[in-house]
């Protein structure tokens, strides 16, 4: 099946920093997306982005679909930015075959 | 407004138990899924439906079913619930067509005794 790499798996930075977060995947992909889950354990949806790039206030995405990547960047980074961020494809084989989800990068934003 | 339900939102229940997991969505979305996620791990896709009377199984093996006799509810259900079944169960949705983003409803945190 597809793979999914997140980097860094782990990252800890002061409140004003920003951040970049990686997502590998191993094959042509018809849909992408980026969740942030809370600490309630909800995923909230950050961005539909199979191609192309979006900004949404302070976070803005990038996938490059030829070569298999995509960014995740938070700028001024707040504390309620804190949580698991995760990347996950949908590879098209026809149906609804759903995602298939990163290990997630784990993001601590201190005070 | 539109939203995708589940209930109950957190169960801790006996061994032997029969549950079933509530998932509802008033988003008119053919597709609908279910996903495991253990504590600290990433999701993995354990059933899935293109739209009423299909199922299908995900990548990950479990030992509950699901049901799709209306759009817009895809119950899951664990006939003998065990302490291996302990976990977070979270229901998707998404529309048809090319536009297929997903949306996720609030989970259900499972914990059997």
């Known amino acids: 099946g597809i793979q999914v790499e997140q980097s860094p798996p782990d990252l800890i930075l002061q409140e004003g920093a920003n951040s970049t977060l990686r997502c590998n995947f191993s094959d042509s992909v018809n849909n992408l997306q980026w969740f942030h889950q809370n600490p309630w354990g909800q995923l909230i949806n950050l961005f539909y982005i199979p191609s192309g790039t979006k900004q949404n206030g302070r976070l803005s995405a990038t996938t490059v679909a030829t070569e298999r990547y995509s960014l995740l960047y938070i700028s001024s980074s707040q504390t309620t930015d804190s949580g698991v961020y995760f990347c996950a494809v949908e590879l098209f084989r026809g149906g609804a075959d759903g995602l298939t989800f990163g290990k997630g990068t784990h993001l601590i934003i201190q005070p | 407004e539109a939203d995708i339900y589940q209930t109950p939102r957190y169960l801790v229940i006996g061994t032997g138990k029969k549950i079933t997991l509530e998932c509802s969505q008033t988003m008119g979305h053919d597709k609908m899924y279910w996903y495991q996620q253990d504590p600290g791990m990433e999701l993995h896709l354990i059933h899935y439906?293109?739209?009423?009377?299909?199922?299908e199984k995900g990548d990950l093996s479990s030992e509950s079913t699901v049901s799709r006799i209306r759009t817009e509810h895809f119950p899951l259900t664990l006939e003998s619930a065990r302490p291996s079944h302990t976990s977070q169960y979270l229901c998707a949705s998404s529309p048809s067509g090319s536009y297929n983003e997903q949306f996720f409803g609030p989970g259900t945190r499972l914990t059997v005794l």
């Open positions: 439906s293109y739209g009423v009377n299909s199922t």
